[in-house]
């Protein structure tokens, strides 16, 4: 009897262990999530802020491109200073489009008409193009 008291006394104080083992790691993993509602932190935080002044022609031409290509100015300095290519609203939306009726067509495929492995090979091709095409959106 003696004996079973210990091993029970053991079993509960392992328990007790663990649960504050637990407790702290839950503590570890939220404070390192910070203030951000659990969202993981940004590893490339903009921290550096610069004012720069511009004529009424530098700005004007700013402004036109950033209305042309739907993008706020900071964002259009921002392309500007990585070299990155300004979005193609146009080209853009042709593309959403397009990976809409590839998304359609990939459901009329789920029917019965066809085979398995047909509807597999087609449902893998119209993937990859989905993938291309989202690539290439996001230049």
Not at 30 to 36: A, D, I, N, P, R
Not at 51 to 60: E, H, T, V
Not at 113 to 126: A, M, S, V
Request: proline residues 3%; aromatic residues 8%.
């Amino acid at each position: 009897m003696d004996q079973e008291n210990r091993t029970k006394n053991q079993n509960d104080y392992l328990k007790v262990i663990e649960e504050s083992i637990r407790k702290k790691e839950r503590k570890n993993k939220f404070s390192t999530m910070g203030k951000l509602g659990g969202r993981p932190r940004k590893l490339n935080k903009k921290a550096h802020k610069y004012s720069i002044s511009l004529n009424d022609k530098q700005n004007d031409f700013a402004k036109d491109i950033c209305e042309k290509n739907q993008i706020s100015l900071q964002e259009f300095l921002r392309r500007k200073i990585e070299n990155e290519p300004l979005p193609n609203p146009e080209r853009n939306k042709f593309l959403v489009q397009s990976i809409s009726n590839f998304n359609r067509i990939s459901n009329f495929f789920d029917s019965r008409i066809w085979e398995e492995n047909e509807r597999q090979e087609f449902k893998n091709l119209l993937k990859d193009t989905c993938e291309e095409i989202l690539k290439s959106i996001k230049k």
